[in-house]
């Protein structure tokens, strides 16, 4: 089978390096396992065939911003720096606008703009912010979201040290995503990351909440926890979308590795493409397909 379509790829070629637009440096590589030889960056052509080894058809490439400008550290990936590949490539690229909630207005006008350029989804980073999913701030942009019918992918559990002189806590536990689902019923979220180390937790808000979903990108398929994988086997298995976060995970690794899991045919098949269809419609829509 192919087909698979991957949730969450950030740009990660010698430009993004080159220019500090990654976010992490050397240390983080190094705990990630990182291979030497792709730690300058790999270029598109290359990650268009790295896709067709893996049988990903569509991924789906995060303009990222991650903090408040005047914080070190912080960086973004402007909306257009992204919005060129999926015009070079409709049928593989679409685009996620990053969220950042210091920016007031000029945030949701900026989200407009994005669903002007095509984008399917809106994705953040609260980590980066050092504020948790349900603070105020960020409330503005779910209203927007609804308004433009765009899911809001966001992270989820921990977060690792991605520099190493720029510490950020971890606030985003998934049980916070249940006060924005019961104010926001019309938004679909989608909590990456896993929710690790509270899988539990995100099993349960997407039990009890029919707009929230889970990515399950940036670990090894193969390390992910038995009851999560047990739930996207049965009665979650249409709550439960595949990632990679490259250039985290190789994503010919993680095809592998989620097959290795022996999911039942249909909920592979849920998993690694049609919640996808069904989560983003202007994704269903832009490849010409349905969920």
């Not at 300058?40 to 303009?63: K, N, P, T």
């Not at 945030?107 to 399917?120: H, K, P, S, Y």
């Not at 490259?246 to 098949?269: F, N």
Request: proline residues 7%.
């Amino acid at each position: 089978m192919s087909g698979f379509i991957d949730i969450v790829v950030n740009l990660f070629g010698p430009e993004e390096v080159d220019a500090g637009q990654t976010g992490f440096d050397a240390n983080f590589m190094e705990q990630v396992r990182m291979p030497e030889a792709m730690r300058g960056g790999v270029g598109m052509d290359e990650y268009l065939r790295i896709m067709d080894e893996a049988g990903i058809e569509h991924s789906l490439l995060v303009a990222v911003r991650a903090g408040d400008r005047r914080w070190k550290g912080s960086f973004d990936i402007p909306y257009e720096q992204v919005a060129k590949w999926c015009r070079a490539h409709p049928d593989r690229f679409s685009g996620l606008a990053g969220a950042d909630p210091t920016m007031g207005m000029e945030q949701l006008r900026d989200l407009e703009r994005a669903a002007d350029l095509g984008f399917v989804g809106v994705h953040a980073y609260p980590h980066w912010f050092d504020l948790p999913p349900d603070a105020a701030r960020w409330y503005p942009i779910y209203a927007k979201c609804c308004e433009l019918e765009l899911p809001f992918m966001l992270q989820v559990g921990q977060n690792l040290i991605y520099q190493k002189d720029v510490r950020l806590p971890s606030v985003a536990k998934p049980i916070l995503l249940d006060q924005v689902a019961i104010d926001f019923p019309e938004l679909t979220l989608i909590g990456i990351h896993v929710g690790t180390p509270w899988s539990d937790e995100m099993i349960a808000m997407a039990w009890k909440h029919a707009n929230v979903f889970i990515g399950i990108d940036a670990y090894a398929p193969r390390h992910l926890p038995e009851n999560l994988v047990r739930y996207m086997d049965s009665y979650g298995s249409h709550k439960v979308l595949f990632g990679t976060d490259w250039p985290v995970i190789d994503p010919r690794r993680g095809v592998a590795e989620v097959a290795a899991h022996g999911l039942r045919p249909e909920a592979h098949r849920r998993v690694m493409r049609d919640n996808a269809l069904a989560v983003f419609p202007k994704l269903a829509a832009r490849m010409g397909l349905s969920g």
